[in-house]
């Protein structure tokens, strides 16, 4: 079913969220993933936070995916690369999304998880291009040069995001407060 169990990753998630449940969060906060069994979209919003966290970084074929009541859950990008639309159905008024997926340039194929990655990232493109993007302004982070699988690099993949939204503060900010003056 895949390669990594991901029970230790499961582990970590549950310390970083210090297992909190949706409820006891200061925010609203959505988890998507996408249901194999069922074929269809799964926003989590209530339970254990690294629970369904767990299941939207089930990368198909890489990692086991999340077996949830009658559900067999992967990475939420399968259906839904920018879940935009998600909090438009909920009301959010201004959406900013984050494409964080590789848009590989070149292929690195060195194993069979870089393949099974760019596959994925791949046609998660291609679906991302002939769906309609409903964020209000889309990020995209240029990452081409980390390795997919590198989990090592993290550091560098968050500061390459910080990065390119320290790019379109200014022009947000902007965005925002025209929005609020003419309400």
Excluded: W
């Excluded at 209000?136 to 995001?161: M, N, Q």
């Amino acid at each position: 079913m895949g390669f990594v169990k991901g029970d230790r990753i499961c582990e970590i998630i549950k310390l970083l969220t210090k297992d909190t449940e949706f409820k006891d969060l200061n925010k609203k906060f959505f988890v998507v993933a996408t249901d194999l069994k069922n074929k269809r979209l799964v926003v989590f919003e209530e339970g254990k936070v690294y629970e369904a966290v767990r299941a939207s970084i089930s990368i198909p074929g890489v990692f086991i995916p999340v077996y949830k009541d009658d559900m067999v859950l992967v990475d939420g990008g399968v259906l839904e690369r920018v879940p935009s639309k998600i909090l438009k159905n909920y009301g959010v008024d201004y959406v900013i999304g984050v494409d964080v997926g590789f848009n590989l340039n070149t292929s690195n194929c060195k194993s069979i998880f870089h393949v099974l990655y760019e596959s994925i990232d791949l046609m998660e493109k291609e679906l991302f291009e002939l769906k309609k993007q409903d964020a209000d302004k889309l990020i995209r982070v240029d990452i081409d040069d980390v390795d997919p699988i590198g989990f090592e690099h993290a550091e560098e993949t968050i500061e390459k995001g910080r990065q390119a939204a320290m790019k379109e503060i200014e022009g947000l900010l902007k965005q925002l407060d025209s929005i609020a003056a003419s309400k």
